[in-house]
């Protein structure tokens, strides 16, 4: 079984930036796509950006589009996230994913409806905390 591990969140004023990462252990990621949700205070997790193996195939949420940059070490088992532009809009938990068949794509990943979370994600970490306000 796949342990994730975020971290680099925390408190930024908007327009900052911050760069999230997630330290994966149990299994390589080398085939298998990853990515990132968040969860705002009162709302549904929802997938962010995602990335293929290849990293040929990425996916970023109209929302993030232009602002976040997804990219992996699979020699580290580490994703990250580069977050520029914050905005108050992007408080919330954010977590890694990292899907369980390795046919699984960006987009697939990162558009998936909650009821199918755990049977094609890992099982989630703890998350990591980012908090956009002045």
């Known amino acids: 079984q796949v342990q994730l591990v975020e971290s680099g969140g925390g408190l930024v004023q908007p327009g900052g930036s911050l760069r999230l990462s997630c330290a994966a252990s149990?299994?390589?990621?080398?085939?298998?796509?990853v990515g990132w949700f968040r969860q705002a205070p009162g709302k549904e997790r929802e997938g962010v950006s995602c990335i293929k193996s290849s990293q040929s195939d990425t996916y970023y949420s109209d929302s993030v589009k232009g602002r976040f940059t997804i990219s992996r070490d699979n020699a580290k088992s580490t994703v990250f996230l580069q977050m520029n532009s914050l905005k108050p809009e992007d408080t919330g938990v954010y977590y890694c994913a990292v899907a369980t068949r390795d046919t699984t794509t960006a987009p697939a990943i990162c558009n998936l409806p909650p009821q199918l979370y755990s049977k094609y994600l890992e099982p989630w970490g703890q998350g990591t905390l980012v908090t956009v306000a002045s």
């Open positions: 149990g299994r390589t990621l080398d085939y298998y796509s």
